[in-house]
């Protein structure tokens, strides 16, 4: 069985035990209210890349937060993890490797704007098509 900072669990919700036990491990730490604050803000998933045996925490913050909050949620978690007795993941008692991403970057929809540069490449081959067509007409006079 899958544990994440001690709790069972399975991993689609992997992110979301993460988040809470990271509450509850937080309760005596200066700035906890800082880091729930920003936790909350937070769109929290968990891969688990097979292949290399990692799980990756990945806490998406939204684009208000810079680069300081960023630095103090990584210290905030890294001092969490120094004090605790239990492995942050593990299967079957033995621990697992991990790796926590901290971002405020905006994913950029290819495939809405590929469909935008296709609807603008359709109406220039519409115009043209036009102008070739209307040329074409002037000729025949």
């Given at each position: 069985m899958w544990k994440v900072l001690g709790e069972e669990t399975v991993i689609p919700a992997m992110g979301d035990v993460w988040a809470q036990r990271m509450?509850?491990?937080?309760?005596?730490?200066?700035?906890?209210?800082?880091?729930?604050?920003?936790?909350?803000?937070?769109?929290?998933?968990?891969?688990?890349?097979?292949?290399r045996e990692v799980c990756t925490f990945i806490i998406n913050l939204?684009?208000?937060?810079?680069?300081?909050?960023?630095?103090?949620?990584?210290?905030?978690?890294?001092?969490?993890?120094?004090?605790?007795?239990?492995?942050?993941?593990?299967?079957?008692?033995?621990?697992?490797?991990?790796?926590?991403i901290f971002t405020s970057d905006v994913e950029e929809d290819d495939y809405s704007s590929r469909k935008s540069e296709r609807q603008d490449y359709y109406k220039w081959v519409e115009e043209q098509a036009k102008k070739e067509l209307e040329a074409k007409e002037k000729q025949s006079f």
């Open positions: 509450v509850e491990l937080s309760k005596r730490r200066k700035d906890r209210e800082r880091f729930v604050r920003t936790l909350a803000d937070a769109e929290i998933r968990c891969i688990f890349d097979a292949v939204p684009s208000k937060y810079g680069k300081d909050d960023l630095e103090f949620m990584r210290a905030f978690v890294a001092r969490v993890n120094k004090s605790i007795k239990v492995p942050v993941v593990e299967f079957e008692g033995m621990e697992q490797r991990f790796s926590i």
